[in-house]
């Protein structure tokens, strides 16, 4: 067996290739806080865990600030290029969330943990985060509910193992609504928001082959390399036996309010 470990370098590659394109989440997470907040030009938004800026650049081009944490340097720089190229002002920290402090990073309106709820202690990360938010400020968390996750498409093609993976690292809505009451938030918003994904054969194709997801990344660093050629073989088999490559895949969106401390003895 192989070593536990992930090449960021590698991983940040096949995600920028993959996962990088301004999607239909963004748009969805602009008309909510919209709709939850009024009027967000005037807001100010911290993007924990920012990627290659695929949330960060089509908010930061409607709202006053945004200013992104992204522990992976590569992905760093890359949001930093993507910034200057849509000409926005996007200040980028290259560091983890609990090596900062609210001092040198700021209070925020909003907070956005965008499918990194998937890595981390979910508890610690929402304390962590609060410091973040001003009195009566937002959190938003955008992540794959366990339950929906085994009915998407990607997963059907991928097989179980890929699936089990993707499993030990997803928890459920009701485990985040407890950690998100305990963390000292009250929650205005919660549902299943559909996206519409057209996979395309050479796309999928493209992301089984390169591990351009973390359940295959990991599946590559955990299985020999023979086993790792027979999943992929049959993973590109069900690809090739799939007759509709497009589906619809459920990502589930909560908005929570920070509660102020006096409010707290409720």
Known sequence: MKAQTI???TYAECYYKNRSSIDEQALVILELISNLIGDISKVSVLDVGSGPGRLAIPIGKKVHKVVCIESDLSAANYLKNRAKRNKLEIEVFPSKLENLSSEEVGHFDLVILSHIIHWFDVSILLNLASKYIVDNGYILLS???LENLKNMLFYKISGNEILKIQEDNTISTSQVE???NSAGFNIIHRGDTPLNVNYGDKKLEKIINNAGTLAWQKAK??????EYRELTKSALTRLNNEPILRDTEYRTIIVAQKRLYTN???
């Open 7 to 9: 090449d960021s370098d």
């Open 143 to 145: 992540y794959f509910d």
């Open 178 to 180: 407890s950690f998100l």
């Open 221 to 226: 660093a955990m299985l020999s390399k023979k």
């Open 264 to 266: 707290d003895l409720d």
